[in-house]
């Protein structure tokens, strides 16, 4: 069974950094694309930042590019997002997320199957 476990969520400042964690059991992990979502209070959840198995492409949402960061460990099995330049309008609660297929369109969050319990972030202004 996949579990996904996120942690590195907190309150920082407008203009900060924080790094989230996701620890990832259960399966072969290089296979699988990762990502994250997030989803603020209100709003529906939205893609974040993705990144294939083997590492090589990545896919960021507009709103996020050139300020966050998605890689990837294999010997730890562990996904992170590191984030830079906070803005409040990225306050949500982060969600990892893995798909039970290989093959995956990764924006969409229709194509994962687990996903992790969140980790609240909130940027104050």
């Known amino acids: 069974q996949v579990q996904l476990v996120e942690s590195g969520g907190g309150l920082v400042q407008t203009g900060g950094s924080l790094r989230l964690s996701c620890a990832a059991s259960g399966r072969t992990f290089s296979t699988y694309t990762m990502a994250w979502f997030r989803q603020a209070p209100g709003k529906e959840r939205e893609f974040v930042a993705a990144i294939t198995g083997n590492g090589r492409n990545t896919y960021y949402a507009d709103s996020v590019k050139g300020r966050f960061t998605i890689s990837r460990d294999y010997a730890k099995n562990t996904v992170y997002l590191q984030m830079n330049s906070l803005k409040p309008e990225d306050t949500a609660v982060y969600y990892c997320?893995?798909?039970?297929?290989?093959?995956?369109?990764?924006?969409?969050?229709?194509?994962?199957?687990?996903w992790g319990q969140g980790t609240q972030v909130t940027v104050s202004s």
């Open positions: 997320a893995a798909p039970s297929r290989v093959f995956i369109v990764p924006r969409s969050s229709g194509q994962y199957d687990y």
